[in-house]
């Protein structure tokens, strides 16, 4: 599919970037937004290890919803955008490989969501983040009261989204809703550090740990240590755990197949 509104590249081996590109909005998330990112995941080539998103340009990553196209909702139509959002980033989160957040710029409303969909965050020193939707009569409708509170507690969650206020790079860095902050001409190659730092790892050990941290969020804790005892396990099955243990006490670099 040619898509208008995401510009897809490779910057390297194993690793697609994800570009939001609708600059006249600051990259605003409207309905055809959402609709091109669900095929992207719907589709999207599961032999690839690290998933980048970010926006176009220098000022914004996602600089919300677009307003314009949702002011005259009425309460169906109102629902039906925000369970359209909200399943589009649950299966971002979802997807088997990791997702690195490339924060450039306005993260809000929608474009906090959005990146907390994801399962790294890196900010540029510019990025500016928040959910001001109570300003606009409104709550976060893209699963924001929810991802907030589980990434940065209930307390600082409630603050944000009741005061509607925005923060830096470095308060978000202070309340853990982001990884790391760093200059906006270091931002991708940060990320690409990581992402390399990824791809070196073994992949069926990679998508287990995402899996079974994705699928504890909410288990209690005897059944999210089962789990992960589970899981742990199964990898004992895979060719790449004997590779990896097998170069590890060989004292060489693994080769992992992926099976």
Do not use: W
Not at 119 to 148: C, H, M, W
Not at 163 to 175: E, P, Q, S, V
């Amino acid at each position: 599919m040619d898509y208008q509104f995401l510009k897809i590249s490779q910057p390297m081996p194993q690793v697609e970037s994800v570009t939001i590109s609708a600059p006249k909005s600051l990259n605003a998330l409207n309905l055809d937004i959402l609709k091109e990112l669900m095929h992207y995941v719907d589709h999207i080539d599961n032999t690839l290890r690290v998933i980048i998103i970010t926006g176009d340009g220098n000022k914004s990553f996602v600089a919300g919803a677009d307003i314009a196209q949702m002011q005259n909702f009425n309460e169906a139509e109102a629902l039906s955008f925000s369970q359209y959002g909200a399943e589009v980033f649950l299966k971002i989160e979802n997807l088997p490989m990791p997702v690195i957040a490339a924060v450039n710029g306005f993260a809000l409303g929608g474009g906090c969501e959005l990146c907390m969909a994801c399962d790294i965050r890196i900010a540029s020193e510019n990025a500016l983040f928040g959910q001001p939707e109570v300003k606009l009569g409104i709550i976060p409708g893209f699963s924001g009261t929810y991802r907030l509170s589980k990434l940065v507690g209930q307390g600082f969650a409630k603050e944000l989204i009741y005061t509607g206020r925005n923060i830096k790079a470095d308060a978000a860095l202070k309340i853990g809703l982001v990884n790391a902050v760093v200059p906006q001409d270091e931002l991708m190659i940060y990320v690409l550090k990581i992402a390399g730092q990824i791809v070196a790892n073994a992949p069926i050990a990679v998508n287990t740990a995402k899996q079974v941290i994705n699928d504890n969020y909410d288990l209690s804790r005897e059944d999210a240590l089962a789990l992960e005892n589970k899981q742990f396990a199964a990898c004992f099955n895979s060719e790449d755990q004997k590779e990896g243990m097998t170069a590890f006490l060989n004292k060489r670099p693994a080769t992992f197949k992926n099976k």
